[in-house]
């Protein structure tokens, strides 16, 4: 019972992970609309993530000392984050931003195959289908067009879904002695600095011109916060499959914010996608024995 409580709980911040994660990208939009690029984004989230969350985790954690135990864990999640950044944001300079986001999401398949090895069993039927259709329905709902098949955009694009495994993985290792707030802190430790010294060198630094551009870069400031708690606090209570899988709503819930906020049009197939992804997650999430 307390086992299944857990569970849902982890379900439920994954969710909320996903949610929060999802408002980026139009913020972001908002943001290079108003004159600023996407390495200043970058930093600017990497700091806010060492600051704020550093003072939040002393004040509820009484302490930011991190265990020995989980030095290593945590030196990953550093790892996975900057993967992640520079990866899934870097790629779609070289390719449509449907593709790379398809081929970014193609890290729940990855961890539903690494808890397999991990098991020496092969996924339930019904627990395979459920990822399978969930990413049928995002290649619907992204609609990608593959006219510009560069291999770095292609490379980037995964080397930013394999930071994902890295990230929820090794997460789930560091929260085992380690409170998600502190982690969420630590895991900003290798992005500031390497995107500070990549921005000023590059001299790519550009904040916002306009008043919605800087409200935009700390809503997403904001929403980064929330959702890479999330994801940590997630993965502490629930299997890294089952919120991988939740983290396909992500796209879906960033199609939506975009329509409701820059008024982007969907279309029949786009919607038939969204609803086989929340099918998709809706029935995954239940399955208990089909593992």
């Known amino acids: 019972m307390i086992k299944a409580q857990g569970q849902q709980k982890g379900l439920m911040l994954a969710f909320l992970a996903a949610s929060s994660l999802a408002f980026i990208t139009t913020f972001a939009r908002l943001m290079y609309d108003a004159g ?16 704020v969350m550093f003072i939040v985790a ?8 991190l265990p020995r135990a989980a030095w290593r864990a945590t030196a990953m999640c550093c790892v996975g984050l900057v993967m992640i950044s520079f990866g899934y944001m870097m ?11 398809l081929i970014f999401y193609t ?3 990855v961890i539903l195959a690494y808890e397999a090895i991990k098991a020496r069993k092969m996924p339930g039927p ?6 399978l259709f969930a990413f049928a329905g995002l290649g619907l709902a992204l609609g990608p067009s593959f006219e510009t098949l560069n291999p770095i955009g292609v490379a980037l694009a995964f080397i930013g879904g394999l930071g994902t495994v890295v990230f929820f993985l090794a997460g789930a290792k560091a929260s085992e002695t380690v409170e998600p707030i502190l982690l969420a802190a630590y895991a900003n430790l290798l992005l500031f600095p390497l995107a500070l010294v990549i921005m000023l060198t590059t001299d790519t630094f550009s904040l916002p011109q306009t008043t919605l551009g800087w409200i935009a870069l700390c809503c997403a400031g904001v929403a980064n916060l929330i959702g890479v708690t999330a994801q940590m606090a997630a993965v502490k209570f629930a299997s890294a499959g089952n919120v991988a899988l939740i983290h396909n709503i ?11 906020v820059l008024g982007e049009t969907l279309s029949p197939l786009q919607l038939t996608g969204v609803t086989l992804v ?13 593992i």
Request: proline share 6%; hydrophobic share 55%.
């Open 58 to 65: 002393r004040l509820v954690c009484g302490q930011i000392a």
């Open 36 to 51: 600023s690029t996407p390495l200043t984004l970058i930093t600017s989230r990497g700091a806010l993530g060492l600051i």
């Open 278 to 290: 929340i099918i998709a997650i809706f029935y995954g999430t239940r399955l208990t024995k089909d």
């Open 107 to 109: 890290f729940p398949l």
């Open 91 to 101: 790629s779609v300079a070289y390719i449509p931003i449907g593709l790379a986001a």
């Open 250 to 260: 992500e796209p879906v819930v960033s199609i939506a914010f975009a329509w409701f």
């Open 126 to 131: 019904k627990r395979l289908a459920t990822f």
